[in-house]
């Protein structure tokens, strides 16, 4: 988790979303949303902690975005985040809040890099080990870096597994290094 300001709204919101008996899932989704249009929205931030702006002025913001379009819930959470100005760490709370959920869940997410494109099925091959080896369902999010040449790279939390072939290169000519002296 990260720091207290985020365990506190993050743990508030899940809170409030188990006691209204709301879906967890569906919460994290409509807060990754909320996310995604808070980071293309220029400027969003930097009104939202303004301090010459008023609240009510920002809570009229807030209504006019997303009024009508989230849970209870999820909505007024977002109001309680414009009046404590944590706007600046929003993006820090939607983690901690989807780590909250993800464990309740028995969800892990894990993010795949690899040289080339996976295909469907080594995607599911992927998952499905990633599954047995970490005892818990797969969401996968990939990335692609040409520097590997080969192998796949799957980091979850603070784990790495590095089967790629620019590694195991590495591992080689570090070998050979120490043989020759």
Do not use: H
């Amino acid at each position: 988790m990260t720091g207290t300001v985020e365990k506190n709204y993050s743990l508030a919101l899940f809170d409030a979303i188990n006691e209204e008996g709301e879906n967890l899932s569906s919460a994290r989704d409509e807060l990754n949303s909320v996310k995604a249009v808070v980071e293309d929205a220029e400027g969003f931030v930097k009104l939202m902690n303004t301090p010459t702006v008023s609240n009510e002025e920002k809570i009229s913001v807030i209504k006019d975005v997303f009024g009508g379009k989230l849970s209870r819930c999820v909505y007024n959470f977002l109001c309680v985040v414009t009046e404590g100005r944590r706007w600046d760490r929003f993006d820090k709370v939607c983690s901690a809040f989807s780590e909250l959920c993800n464990e309740k869940l028995g969800i892990a997410e894990i993010t795949v890099t690899t040289a080339f494109p996976l295909t469907p099925a080594q995607k599911e091959q992927v998952k499905k080990k990633m599954s047995e080896i970490i005892g818990k369902n797969i969401v996968m999010s990939e990335k692609l870096d040409k520097s590997l040449m080969g192998g796949i790279v799957v980091d979850y939390g603070d784990t790495r597994m590095d089967g790629s072939v620019k590694t195991r290169l590495e591992g080689l000519k570090e070998s050979f290094s120490q043989l020759i002296g």
